[in-house]
């Protein structure tokens, strides 16, 4: 039977079903998968009537959603009610309708009247639907990948007509905490051609990204600083700003502050963060409707454009010319461009050379791993956002063990936390110990010092005998110190651990070449991007 879904009812969140239930499953879901399609639903708990109410933002996360994990939270959720409950998955969109798991459609009332827009074809949705659904099938790659990842981000913010934005819950009034309206995200309005407002231009930030909650250390402090210096004079120095670097260490979070600053000393300013893929999506709607003018207004129109993952326009022809005319235009408006990428300008394949030269152009920024202290404030910043006061050993003991990505880190801290929870003990090192012990036993296995050693002798060119050689020409000399940096960097082994798998070398040799390796890499932009490159071929 239809059913509205209320707003006046209790929220499971606040009665501890709904977050019980999200605990549980952040302990058996890939941190990245849970948080790009489980951390986003909102629930409506009705004791009353035995109902619990799930809201996704769009129609590929509800089916995404009940083909791979409705059956386990119907489980979760009536065990820990007690009770059988009955569940409603719907889709929170922009018209007056609630789409039900079922295909059923719950009506509801409309908050404002549907723009002439709202009527466009079901051929631009389909088409849009097919594009989204490419993107989609990635997600059979294995739960950790890199493509796995960027897929479940486009699809986490996918919208009904084709556009990129953070998921908006609306019923009855009801707006989610993730993603207010217009107005609180600083996005201007555009009047409509009869003089009344029209709907606001949505920037697509997500506020509570900003420059005071980004944790700064070593590993990204250049690249703060840049972004920082363009947030407060954007279409001055440093245009474009370029930052580089792999999955999940804070890029994106890096433009959003951008955006943020930008509209919080410049509120009329035109700003949109946008994911590379979207801009093709774009392109190729244009290009089915013939509305390549319209395509050119918006964009060229901005003021700060942010695009994130630009590596994902390679090999798209069209889409790439697009870019350059917006490129250009922008540039002599004096407007400001924000990218970032998995690689540096030149690492980039199948990228017009004309387009990668401009890239090159303005400031190219690194952002690297994060270093132990970085990473220890960072899961200390995260627990207390939670509530909780994470001890700065079990910090060390977590942030020791887990040194790849940022995202990971916030992976490892939600186990530990829901571990404890579960089953009722304080957070201490042997239960974080014990909540992470599939994920040690993975990393430990993953990169070993004799893996380094044929990595970066290939890379070189050099023999892997050489590692273990006493020749000294710097050919040979140089290789094996950045292997015994990586060692140190990448592995759990102690320096003299390492000096001994080098031809048993004293650890003072091995604590030379990391101190010298890690002071030039701040100061050599060459040795840098080997390094990245020698670190994202490791972490495979």
Known sequence: MDQEFQQGQANAADDGLWQE?????AVEVPSQQFGAWLKPLRAQ????????????????ALDYIRGRYLERIVGLLNELSGRELRIELGVAARGGAVAGAAGRVVRRPARVAPPPAAAAGAD??????RVQADLLAQLDQPPGSEQAHRATQAMRYADHDGEVTAPVVRSNGFESDDMQDGRAHGQGVSAGQDGSAAKPVPSRLNP??????????????????????VAHAPGQLYNPLFIYGGVGLGKTHLMHAVGN?????????????IHAEQFVTDVVKSYQRKTFDALKQRYHSLDLLLIDDVQFIAGKERTQEE?????????????????????????????????????????????????LEMRVAILINKAKAEGIALSEDVAFFVAKNVRSNVRELEGALRKVLAYARFNSKDISIPVAREALRDLL????????????????????????????????????????????????????????????????RDHTTVLHAVRKIAQERQQQIELNQQLHVLEQTLKR
């Open 45 to 60: 708990y009705m004791p009353a009537s035995a109902t619990v109410q799930l809201l996704v933002p769009n129609r590929i």
């Open 124 to 129: 631009m949705e389909s088409l849009v639907n």
């Open 208 to 229: 509570q990204l900003t420059f005071e909650n980004l944790i700064e250390g070593s590993a990204n402090r250049m690249a703060r600083a840049a972004a920082l210096h």
């Open 323 to 371: 870019f350059f005319n917006a490129f250009e235009a922008l540039l002599s408006k004096k407007s400001h461009i924000v990218m970032t990428s998995d690689t540096y300008p030149k690492g980039l394949t199948d990228i017009h050379e004309r387009l990668v030269s401009r890239f090159d152009a303005g400031l190219t920024v690194a952002i690297e791993p994060p270093e």
């Open 441 to 504: 036993s993975i990393q430990n296995r993953q990169i070993s010092v004799e893996n380094i050693q044929k990595t970066v002798a290939d890379f070189y060119k050099i023999k892997v005998a050489d590692m273990y050689s006493k020749k000294r020409p710097a050919s040979i000399a140089r290789p094996r110190q950045i292997a015994m940096y990586l060692s140190k960097e990448l592995t759990q082994k102690s320096l003299p651990e390492i000096g001994e798998l080098f031809g048993g």
């Open 21 to 25: 239930c999200l605990d549980r499953l």
């Open 261 to 273: 600053q930008v509209l919080r000393d410049q509120p009329q300013a035109k700003v949109l963060y």
